[in-house]
């Protein structure tokens, strides 16, 4: 099969080849998808997993992307619940090879059903965002009706499904980001816009929630910004200034196949949407890592028709 790889820590996005691989190995419990289009984040070149296995071996060639959608082609032994010929997507592990390839090898539990009517492009545009973005909300944060929560990046890709999550859930909510963001967020369902360049920070009020993205100056400047027997919660890094009086913390998504499917349910009836912004081919991969120039929404690699 075709696949993706990367050998050289060094290298980052430059040492990206497209090569042939053997076809992987369906273990106990797994599923071999034939990929239809896959997600990948820029930053995962850093990540300790795309180096090593979950024993801290080497794992070059790591095959990068961890969000799939596609079709079952094979059941390993003891695999239940899904089916050869079924439409499914979801999340690869972290410390085995990825979804920028023609087949990649899957924990069944990872995978939810995805609806015939859903297309593969913005199925592989959802688990990590829209996974992420529940998780930090309401797994961790616990946002309530009524509550105020303010979500840093809310045009990006985990910002932006945060945005309209907290809407539906009865929150207010104030989207932060570029100037030029201004209207997307607003148009998602943000009652208030935030410029992080511009504006007074502390003209957006105490929030029961801040949802960070982005870490650095930005985590930092937020612990203020909560209110007392709120939470500061980030996927960027652990905080190093907690706010007073109240909850501050890091996570990371978990892969979970009910939230999935009820995500995948949302996008058919409209109360969700996903930014897809471009489609490459397998072949673009490499450069898809690394743009000229910025595309708004998250970039999708197709790679079966």
Known sequence: MRAITVRNREADAEGLVLEDLPHPHAAENDVIVRVHAA?????????????????????TPSVPGHEVSGVVTELGYGTTGLSVGQRVFGLTDWARDGSLAEYVAVEARNLAPLPADIDHTVAAALPISGLTAWQGLFDHARL?????????????AVGSVAVQLAREAGAHV???????????????????????????WEDAG????????????????????????????????????GPDNARALFFVVEPDRVRLADLAGRLRDGRLRVRVGAVR????????????????GRTIIRIAD
């Open 144 to 156: 309530a009706a009524g509550q105020t929560v303010l979500i840093h990046g809310a045009a990006g």
């Open 206 to 241: 105490r929030a029961d929630v801040v949802f960070d993205v982005i870490g650095g100056d930005v985590l930092e400047r937020s612990a203020s910004l909560v209110q007392a027997g709120g939470t500061l919660v980030t996927i960027a890094h652990p905080p190093t200034v």
């Open 281 to 296: 081919r397998l072949a673009e991969a490499a450069a898809a890592f690394t743009p000229h120039e910025r595309v708004p």
């Open 39 to 59: 997600g990948f984040t820029r930053g995962e070149l850093g990540w300790p997993a795309t180096w090593t296995d979950r024993a801290g071996g080497d794992r």
């Open 174 to 200: 104030v989207g932060s980001g570029r100037t030029t963001d201004r209207d997307t967020v607003l148009d998602l369902g943000a009652h208030a816009f935030l410029d992080l360049k511009t504006d007074w």
